[in-house]
């Protein structure tokens, strides 16, 4: 009971976070959705069009399609996944946020990862990893690595609209996702 509290608690601090810009333009703040406390977190950069729309984050085009692979290896939201994104609001155009988006959002993405505690963190493109490994981090050189970080696994994939664009990366996620399932089974 007092764990819901403080998960009810950090969802209503951010849905009335006004710490940036982002907050004026948003139409729904995004915690998060899935499992409260599974063993594995996914991490994406920030909501777009269709998960401002309804609230939810991954459920646009790029969205499923990570969905899909990940239910290939049998993780789902539904089942054994916390899904969450380092930005709560979507940036305008979708653009890249900025450091002062992602610093005012970073607080609450810490207590996330502290109150679900996952073993395993799936972070989703370019900018999630840098949002943990610094600007060095590039996602073409790290993905389907496992990486400690803070006593917790990292693990890098690509974002699912660079595989949408870029059609010859998809047998590379799918070996990475192999891995993954290797590694949780």
């Given at each position: 009971?007092?764990?819901e509290k403080m998960f009810t608690d950090l969802e209503n601090e951010i849905s009335n976070c006004n710490k940036c810009i982002l907050h004026s333009s948003r139409k729904n703040s995004i915690t998060g959705a899935g499992v409260v406390g599974a063993d594995i977190m996914l991490i994406g950069e920030a909501p777009g069009a269709t998960e401002d729309e309804r609230g939810e984050p991954f459920v646009g085009r790029s969205g499923q399609l990570l969905m899909q692979m990940l239910a290939d290896i049998g993780i789902s939201r539904e089942k054994n996944l916390y899904i969450t994104n380092t930005l709560k609001?979507?940036?305008p155009e979708n653009r890249n946020p900025k450091a002062d988006e992602t610093k005012a959002c970073k607080g609450y993405l810490d207590r996330q990862i502290e109150l679900h505690n996952p073993k395993i963190i799936i972070l989703v493109g370019n900018y999630a990893c840098k949002y943990f490994l610094g600007n060095t981090a590039a996602i073409t050189k790290i993905h389907g690595t496992f990486i400690e970080?803070?006593?917790?696994?990292?693990?890098?994939?690509?974002?699912?609209?660079?595989?949408?664009?870029?059609?010859?990366?998809?047998?590379?996620a799918i070996a990475d996702f192999e891995k993954l399932y290797e590694y949780i089974n």
């Open positions: 009971q007092a764990m609001c979507r940036p970080h803070n006593g917790r696994i990292l693990f890098p994939v690509f974002h699912p609209a660079a595989i949408m664009r870029t059609p010859s990366l998809k047998p590379l």
